[in-house]
């Protein structure tokens, strides 16, 4: 696997960069007030803390047309995909650390596989907003440097990755339906596997610590 940047035109198919925002007092709250577990990663959908600051409503406002949006956060350290997720809108991910992600398209998911060959990599510096499209396939960031782990923003609809609502499935990506606007492809080798996930993940689990 090569490593590219989310500057390089590579990117373009996966998201983009979003600029104009000051970044720098989200990030400063962000580390400040959460963790970063040394070996997991931790996920808080929504985090009040960073929600009462200015730049949530200027986000909410311009990147996302006014819809109700949430800021949490993906903190820890982490090197593997190990799943996959889409949703039905963009993500905003800012992160405190220089990070990797790990992305492939919605439209590489056949008969309900993806193949683990078709997932890039593209490190994104500190401070640097990037949106993420509906289309592009992603999960946990990875560590930028070596042991170095992570800090990010997440920035999604209101309600996104809270509990599964209840449904009866009618087609097969209904069963890839994980959480509230989440559907999901897990890895053999990972932990969501275990818990239920849709196992759709073929070949070796990515993983870029020789990158790093």
Request: proline letters at 7%; charged letters at 20%; hydrophobic letters at 40%.
């Amino acid at each position: 696997m090569k490593l590219l940047s989310v500057f390089d035109k590579e990117f373009a198919p996966y998201g983009k960069v979003v600029t104009g925002y000051d970044v720098a007092p989200l990030l400063k709250k962000l580390e400040e007030t959460t963790e970063k577990p040394a070996d997991a990663v931790i996920y808080v959908p929504s985090d009040a803390g960073l929600e009462a600051l200015p730049i949530f409503e200027q986000m909410k406002n311009n990147v996302y047309g006014g819809m109700p949006i949430q800021f949490g956060y993906c903190n820890g350290s982490n090197t593997k995909l190990n799943c996959v997720e889409y949703h039905r809108d963009s993500e905003v991910n800012i992160p405190a650390n220089d990070m990797v992600f790990l992305v492939a398209l919605e439209c590489e998911i056949q008969n309900g596989k993806l193949d683990a060959s078709c997932v890039k990599a593209f490190s994104a510096p500190a401070g640097t907003a990037v949106e993420l499209y509906a289309t592009t396939l992603h999960y946990a960031p990875c560590d930028g440097h070596k042991g170095e782990g992570f800090r990010v923003v997440v920035v999604l609809p209101r309600g996104t990755n809270e509990a599964k609502p209840a449904i009866t499935p009618v087609n097969e990506e209904d069963k890839m339906l994980f959480a509230t606007n989440k559907w999901l492809l897990a890895h053999p080798d990972s932990s969501e596997a275990s818990q239920g996930a849709v196992v759709g993940i073929v070949g070796e689990n990515p993983d870029i610590a020789e990158l790093l």
